[in-house]
């Protein structure tokens, strides 16, 4: 059962990735390069991705192998995933 009284600090991840999931590009500033843009939040979703390993780990008070390795693989994933489909450019949009 999700925490409810304010004190879940997770619940602010899933309301921005629920936001992205709607929305997607239409969030993305009218001043900024689209593409731009959507190679600066897959960025941040490998991220997210890499550090649920240790949010799980810290919540549960037990290291799982099974989620560090997914963690690791679907940052990966994203990561190489914003390189083919937006190209590696960082927030800025230089190459990298």
């Known amino acids: 059962m999700p925490v ?4 879940n600090p997770a619940r602010g991840a899933v309301d921005a990735l629920e ?3 709607r ?7 009218t001043d900024r390069d689209p593409q731009v843009w959507a190679g600066g939040v ?10 649920l390993d240790g949010a799980v780990e ?9 989620v560090s390795e997914g963690s690791r693989a679907l940052g990966s ?3 190489a995933h914003r390189n ?11 190459s990298s």
């Open 23 to 29: 929305h997607g590009r239409d969030l993305c500033p």
């Open 77 to 79: 994933v994203i990561a």
């Open 4 to 7: 409810e009284d304010g004190t």
């Open 19 to 21: 936001q992205l999931t």
């Open 42 to 51: 897959l960025e941040d979703l490998a991220r997210v991705a890499e550090l």
């Open 84 to 94: 083919l489909e937006v190209g590696a450019t960082d927030a800025r949009g230089l």
């Open 58 to 66: 810290q919540v549960s008070g037990k290291r799982n192998d099974t």
